[in-house]
């Protein structure tokens, strides 16, 4: 019996934030506001980041993962948006040549008591030697946090 070399995992994060959805949605199609929350400059540089935020859009980032030694590349394509209420989107990420994970993620927004209820939900297929859902989780959770710290008021 061959061994299985794909694991699929599904997770769904919902988080408040303290302003309006279209302050929310504007962090995720904004170039310069998305480059400063999607990422950890002092844990993972980023090399390249291109984005084109339109349905059949294409975005790259290309980032060091400096405590695994490696090199990691997201190539994504965004596939519905709906201005301040729903983002689509589908990725790869690889190190190196080696593509380790394929996505299809959700970011849903609505307008609450509280500013903003975003709920993230990502279904993945994570190939030989990736990281695998409850890793990605962490890493989307660490992201939504860097991106509360972006929409806190200056």
Known sequence: MKEKTVIHGTFTIERNYPT??????????????????????????IDEFHMDFRVGGKEIKRFQVTKLGFVCTNHTVYLDIVPDSRIVFAYTMSAGDMRF????????LFASEV??????????????GADGPQLREGGWRELLDHLAAELAPH
Do not use: N
Not at 23 to 30: L, P
Not at 115 to 128: D, M, N, P, R, S
């Open 20 to 45: 309006t959805p279209q302050r929310v949605f504007a962090a995720f199609a904004d170039p310069v506001k998305k480059q400063r929350w999607f990422s950890d400059p002092d844990e993972s540089p």
């Open 101 to 108: 994970s394929s996505s299809q993620a959700t970011v849903e």
């Open 115 to 128: 500013g903003t209820l975003l709920i993230f939900t990502e279904q993945g297929a994570y190939f030989e």
